[in-house]
């Protein structure tokens, strides 16, 4: 069983949560969440907000300051690669917990079906807006980088 290494970010002041399903290997190496070299993540924030996303403290600063927080669905499962199509035996995180604790959170943000299928499994009941990003994995090539900063800038509603 691998266990989820990081902490949820979130702030006091956070509007949306963003779900993910759990971290990648090269999350775990590099101890820090979308931290594949080839995931979009980041680069799609920088891309929707302007603001760099050099290294963690920036990565960091970048989601206080649109008020974004980040989290994944799964604690613990197993896994033989980091695809989501692999991973088994799922426990899920506290988020109606989370969701307590941090009552500013009035949205869900999954960045793929996986994370949105198990929050819907669990948490369906919750009364909590819910919206699907494109999946930020190179994976996923259904859709252009510029596409997916559309799609996220609309549905995350970033300002300029």
């Known amino acids: 069983m691998s266990t989820h290494p990081f902490e949820p970010i979130v702030f006091n002041d956070t509007k949306t949560l963003i779900l ?13 969440y979308y931290a594949h070299p080839r995931n979009q993540f ?5 891309a929707v907000t302007g603001y760099p996303v050099n290294n963690k403290d920036q990565k960091i ?11 994944d669905m799964i604690a613990s499962c197993r896994r033989d690669n980091s695809l989501d199509s692999s991973l088994e035996d799922e426990v899920v995180n506290d988020i109606p917990a989370l969701l307590e604790a941090y009552p500013t959170i009035d949205r869900l ?3 793929g079906k996986k994370a949105q299928a198990l ?3 669990h948490f369906g009941h ?12 190179p994976a996923y090539a259904a859709m252009s980088f510029e ?3 559309v799609q996220y800038k609309e549905k995350l509603k970033i300002e300029d």
């Open 126 to 137: 919750l009364d909590v807006e819910r919206i699907y990003l494109p999946s930020p994995s």
């Open 20 to 32: 993910g399903s759990f971290p990648s290997i090269k999350s775990f190496e590099n101890d820090f």
């Open 147 to 149: 596409e997916k900063v």
């Open 61 to 71: 600063w970048l989601l206080k300051a649109c008020k974004l927080g980040l989290w």
């Open 119 to 121: 929050f819907e499994k």
């Open 42 to 46: 980041w680069k799609i924030l920088e």
């Open 109 to 111: 943000a999954f960045t």
